[in-house]
């Protein structure tokens, strides 16, 4: 049997937390949530993903483009229908002008766009400064990169920062600030304030902006602000997005970037030794979705918002405390008050307590944050309405257990 050579692939294991001190590398929490599901007959509330399809127009242009052949190798750097709806799409929505042939990369879904950023623009030794809980990719590319991660804890109730942690955490080592905005997995929306002043450090310490903006659409109660947008973050500012979470096509992997021509061209080079290209009869579908009328996205907002109000109805009935979600797929609650101080040992004995999976926010958390987020669980709400209902039903079990 062959000895594999030690490599970055422990720094990224490690990076996610899945290395064991054995050096073995186990399963995410995710993959064994839905493997436990599946083997169970539970209702996934768990991985992140709708359990129905987008809409028609935007499926039907997808067909179209395999029936016409546009099935090989697209351009590198996305084909031009996809950039100019992706440049389109920023002046429509938040007045950002972007020059399509020089600030436009479509990628293989957000996660290689952050993924193809950070290896990029991160020397080993560099300090990248997420909020946390944060999105598992994050720790595991920031470690494949060489760079040192640094986090801010986002704390129950509210999912705020402190500004005072957030300013000690940002220094003249911080090569980059990752913004996840809606967040996963809180579903807190950040205000104004805390992207001033995210802005002013970078500024101060020469730092690059990263933003995660997979939710823009699925902002809820309080508006999405874009951080390029406010005065001197656009030159320093890599803003991220997909078509995934908006139009229900998680499958499809159309991601994408904008930002300064100097900075795409370095994570052009990157991505190129990744993926090189994907999705061609997907990119011009993704690019119709992004030309249609105003009241898709607003409807689908509005949409989703009630299926969190349906989930977190359910799960208060249920006994758990609720957190407010201002945005994304999801909502979170304390199984504290239930009498559950474990979220892991929660979660792997919820579908038989109620036949519904969900996942610990610790699989979120590093070391730091972990004692306090140990009985917090993430609920997924982006699933058909009679399945939410099944699941508030089934989960009323719990406070007669």
């Not at 990369?105 to 946390?132: I, Q, S």
């Not at 999912?159 to 990752?178: G, K, Q, Y």
């Not at 474990?342 to 610990?360: I, T």
Request: hydrophobic share 45%.
């Amino acid at each position: 049997m062959t000895t594999l050579i030690p490599g970055p692939w422990q720094r990224a294991a490690h990076g996610a937390g899945l290395l064991g001190d054995d050096g073995t590398v186990s399963a995410t929490i995710f993959a064994e949530m839905s493997a436990l599901a599946a083997r169970t007959g539970a209702i996934n509330l768990g991985q992140g993903f709708p359990d129905e399809d987008g809409p028609a127009e935007v499926a039907e242009a997808a067909v179209r483009s395999i029936r016409d052949g546009v099935n090989q190798y697209p351009p590198g750097i996305g084909m031009p229908v996809l950039r100019e709806a992706i440049a389109e799409h920023q002046q429509r929505f938040y007045g950002l002008a972007v020059d399509t042939d020089r600030e436009v990369l479509v990628t293989a879904g957000a996660t290689e766009a952050l993924a193809a950023t950070l290896l990029a623009l991160v020397e080993t030794g560099d300090e990248v400064v997420t909020f946390e809980p944060f999105y598992d990719a994050y720790g595991a590319t920031i470690a494949l990169a060489g760079g040192i991660h640094r986090t801010v804890p986002l704390r129950a109730p509210g999912f705020a920062p402190d500004l005072d942690e957030l300013r000690a955490a940002v220094t003249d080592r911080t090569r980059i600030i990752l913004v996840n905005d809606p967040h996963n997995p809180t579903g807190a929306i950040f205000d104004r304030q805390t992207l001033e002043t995210i802005v002013e450090l970078a500024n101060r310490h020469d730092a690059i902006i990263v933003t995660d903006e997979v939710y823009e659409h699925l902002a809820f109660d309080r508006p999405h602000i874009p951080i390029a947008t406010l005065p001197g973050a656009s030159d320093r500012t890599v803003s991220i997005s997909s078509g995934g979470k908006t139009f229900s096509m998680t499958g499809w992997k159309i991601g994408w970037v904008t930002a300064h021509p100097e900075l795409i061209k370095a994570i052009t080079a990157v991505k190129q030794f990744l993926t090189y290209v994907n999705g061609a009869p997907f990119q011009p579908a993704i690019a119709a979705g992004l030309r249609m009328p105003d009241s898709f996205f607003t409807d689908a907002a509005t949409t989703l918002a009630a299926k969190r109000d349906l989930l977190s109805a359910g799960l208060d009935a249920a006994g758990f405390d609720v957190f407010a979600s201002h945005g994304s797929y999801f909502v979170v609650a304390d199984a504290a008050s239930l009498g559950y101080t474990d979220a892991v040992a929660f979660c792997r004995e919820l579908p038989h307590l109620a036949g519904v999976v969900a996942v610990p926010i610790t699989a979120f958390c590093g070391p730091r944050m972990r004692e306090e987020a140990a009985s917090l669980v993430r609920f997924a709400f982006c699933k058909r309405v009679e399945v939410l209902e099944r699941a508030a039903e089934q989960l009323s079990r719990l406070g007669h257990a």
